[in-house]
């Protein structure tokens, strides 16, 4: 694992996607076992809610691919930095292309985003990536109970690459790629505070 910002060793990007399984599986495995189980008050699961918690994740996929995708159109990225940026950024576009899919006219717009220096800045790119991953995989563990067997199996297939995402990130900015060993989730409005926390986010 490389032990400070900027550096890497041979065998970093596959001991990363390593740990990276097990950090994506525990994420709606374990995670929703301890964590996400719906209590009294939570609707039961129907199609209209997966509708309603796709356009939610639609949101987060659409920052997360306009935050990538404009960091490597920005080109300050060098090294395993720009790597993981590029294949991010075609990992988050294919989501937002699942999700768009999914919910057919009922898909929210993209918004406008402003990410300022943090797609042109390689210290900030980092830091803002590690905390865009981690609400990325809160967002879906958050929602896991509530979704139908077919959309649970389709947002498990998102949130465990999403998770990869957060621990290589978080290989390069230093940091332990998995630290707990169970993911818990956010709540909705906890996610959506936090993504206009960041500034990214206009209107």
Do not use: C
Request: charged letters at 20%.
């Amino acid at each position: 694992m490389s032990g400070t910002y900027g550096e890497t060793t041979p065998g970093t990007r596959r001991d990363l996607l390593r740990r990276g399984v097990v950090a994506g599986g525990l994420a709606l495995g374990v995670g929703a076992f301890l964590g996400l189980r719906p209590d009294r008050a939570s609707p039961a699961p129907s199609k209209a809610l997966d509708a309603k918690i796709f356009d939610f994740a639609l949101l987060l996929e659409y920052l997360q691919a306009g935050f990538y995708g404009e960091a490597v159109q920005h080109g300050a990225l060098r090294g395993e930095v720009r790597d993981f940026a590029e294949v991010v950024a075609g990992h988050e576009r294919a989501h937002v292309a699942y999700l768009r899919k999914a919910l057919g006219a009922k898909a929210r717009e993209q918004p406008s985003f402003n990410f300022g220096a943090a797609t042109r800045d390689e210290r900030k790119f980092v830091d803002a990536a590690v905390l865009l991953e981690n609400i990325g995989v809160a967002a879906y563990n958050g929602q896991a109970a509530k979704l139908t067997k077919p959309a649970l199996a389709a947002a498990a297939q998102i949130v465990s690459v999403e998770g990869r995402h957060a621990a290589w990130i978080s290989d390069i900015a230093g940091r332990p790629p998995a630290p707990r060993a169970a993911d818990p989730g956010d709540s909705a409005a906890q996610v959506t505070a936090a993504l206009r926390a960041t500034g990214f986010l206009r209107g």
